[in-house]
């Protein structure tokens, strides 16, 4: 009896995948090699999600099906289609271990179900692992730099835009002149938190979501540090390199007048 196989094609958003194949190249590369293997195909299944960690949705069906008897094999691109994790990689081998894989076809990857051909899985499940790892460890040591070189590594509150041309933050002209004038308005005493919120909502100042100032979000912005130049990552302060746009006098006075308040 011929051996039936699941056709597996995955790819993610992940930075690791970027230099991945398309599904799309991907499925016409995995049909064009099942019929030159003569491999029967019982279903194509497609996942465009991360591998990094356990939990897949259709991934781990085919891995019920295979247990079920449905196939004996997965015909996918590269071993990194299928894991990227200790955990899937583990199932994989252990599967083929007692007997529920029999086969496991790639077109840019030796696999015989040998002790051989099973350490060189193993290895090529470890390798994609420790490119995630290694990947993810950059990332944070590029942010943590970017950090230190006074770079905001987020999304910059109201008042400033995030500049993809140059990565950079800068000042929005009109939103940070009527952040400016809120915090005047605000030291000033004869305004309320609720004043000030009205005020930022009748100027065209809303919360992230695009629902209507509140006070919370009116406090928020009074007490953020980030107007005058200074920004808080990993729970320590850092001094931007971006343009403040309001004086550290002006928002120390906001501070005693939210404490009074």
Known sequence: MSQKFFLYARKSTDVEDKQVLSIEAQLTELRAFAREQSLEIVEELVEKQSAKIPGRPIFNS????IEQGVAQGILAWHPDRLARNSVDGGQIVYFIDIGHLAMLKFPTFWFENTSQGKFSLSMAFVQSKYYVDSVSENTKRGLRQKVRNG????????????????????VDKKKSRVIRLAFEKYVKGGERLEDIANF??????????GKS????????IL???????????????????????????????????????
């Open 62 to 65: 085919m891995m019920k099906k």
């Open 151 to 170: 770079d905001y590594p987020s999304q910059a509150p109201v008042g400033y835009i995030n500049d993809s041309r140059t990565k950079s933050i800068v």
């Open 200 to 209: 930022l909502a009748k100027n065209g100042i809303s919360s992230r979501s």
């Open 213 to 220: 100032m509140s006070k919370s979000r009116a406090t928020f």
């Open 223 to 261: 007490s953020n540090p980030f107007y005058i130049g200074l920004f808080k990552y990993g729970g320590e302060r850092h001094e931007g390199r971006y343009e403040p746009i309001i004086s550290k006098k002006l928002f120390d006075e906001a501070q005693e007048m939210l404490k009074l308040r």
